[in-house]
């Protein structure tokens, strides 16, 4: 008994030192502004963020330097136009903003803007960066997927994809561009250096949004409009099953992360402010987190496992790492108590049995049997 209390003390000290220790999650003002777009250069500890006005109809933009240490804006940068979506060169930390106006790519580091790059006078729909192939900046707009290159600012090669182009993220661990459709109940693969089609995955419904791809599981995850998940087996190229994330079909899945080390995988879904947790390897849901308002990006923090989602007027983190272990506390004291409570049970059963077998023998006061 005095060893299950000790547990129990024990696990009590350890649940309210992680509640006290804990400051997330984190809210991250960004003024009257709704942060769209959002990107984490875990080496630099920097998180960026491009923004429009909270007006309506907007009346400024902006770009956004966060430290994510001290989770502070930095500075933030005049936009000219309405911000797209944004990618980041891992190794130099350039990073590339879409304008949605004028056709172009601004390019920032922490320090300010560094350039602008003419897109052809291709308007943006999409926008990844590969920095482990062919040091591009692919695109889509229209019907087609475009590479530019980032030092010459000119278009090197595209290709038509019939099922309407949309999204796109890049497998660094196979070399493969996955580009979701708006128009097909398909994912178009395709190669980098030649954007030549490789494959094409079926998926049982229209339509894929946006992607994550955990390169070391090789597993490919897709939101879809919908309350469900698509997940892809990226090493084959085959469609693997659909999960439902939430209950209502008036639900719809929209901005993806996922967290290569803990193969987590976050989606935001809307109305409301909930992002869903998955299990990477089963799909299954195990976990939600809140914010004020509808969730626009997502990103998770490769080196803290914070998962910063933005919202209006805001930027919230959670450090998904920590609510994971207070959740283990919690079971694991459950599971404590229940079983010192059969335990306590138990003995005051057996207790109570000695007794009543005792008030039969020879000698026991009160005892009826006689000597």
């Known amino acids: 008994m005095r060893k299950g209390l000790l547990a129990i003390v024990i696990l009590a000290l350890l649940l309210s030192q992680s509640a006290s220790a804990a400051s997330y999650p984190i809210t991250i003002s960004y003024g009257r502004s709704w942060p769209l777009s959002i990107v984490v250069d875990s080496a630099r500890g920097l998180i960026y963020v491009d923004s429009t006005s909270g007006e309506n109809p907007p009346v400024g933009f902006t770009f956004g330097v966060i430290n994510a240490t001290s989770h502070s804006l930095l500075r933030a940068f005049p936009l000219d136009e309405f911000p797209g979506p944004v990618a980041l060169d891992q190794a130099t930390g350039d990073v590339y903003v879409a304008g949605a106006g004028n056709d172009s790519i601004y390019v920032f580091n922490a320090t300010g803007a560094i350039g602008v790059l003419g897109t052809s006078g291709h308007q943006i729909l999409g926008m990844t960066y ?10 889509t707009s229209g019907s087609s997927v475009f590479a530019l290159d980032p030092g010459t600012s000119e278009v090197v090669r595209n290709a038509t994809v019939p099922g309407g182009p949309n999204l796109m993220v890049l497998d660094p661990a196979n070399g493969m561009l996955y580009v979701s459709e708006y128009l097909s109940a398909e994912i178009a693969v395709l190669n980098p250096t030649t954007l030549a089609p490789v494959s094409a995955i079926t998926l049982p419904a229209c339509c894929a949004d946006q992607m994550a791809v955990n ?8 939101s879809t409009g919908t309350n469900v998940v698509d997940i892809v087996n990226a090493a084959t190229g085959e469609f693997e099953k659909s999960v439902q994330v939430t209950q209502s079909s008036q639900n719809s899945t929209g901005p993806i992360a996922v967290d290569n080390e803990t193969n987590r995988v976050y989606v935001g879904s809307s109305p409301g402010g909930s992002i869903v947790e998955l299990d990477g390897s089963s799909g299954a849901v195990v976990g939600r987190f ?12 490769s080196r803290t496992q914070v998962l910063y989602a933005t919202n209006y007027h805001q930027v919230t983190g959670f450090d998904a790492a920590r609510t994971r272990s207070y959740r283990i506390l919690i079971v694991g004291l459950a599971i404590v108590i229940g079983a010192i409570g059969l335990i306590t049970v138990y003995v005051l059963l057996k207790r109570k049995d000695e007794r009543e077998r005792m008030k039969v023998q020879p000698g026991y006061p009160g005892s009826s049997v006689s000597k």
């Not at 590969?130 to 695109?139: A, E, H, L, T």
């Not at 390169?215 to 897709?222: C, D, M, N």
């Open 130 to 139: 590969d920095g482990s192939v062919s040091s591009d900046i692919f695109f």
């Open 215 to 222: 390169p070391g599981t090789q597993t490919l995850y897709a």
């Open 290 to 301: 809140l914010v004020q308002s509808q969730v626009a990006g997502l990103a998770v923090d």
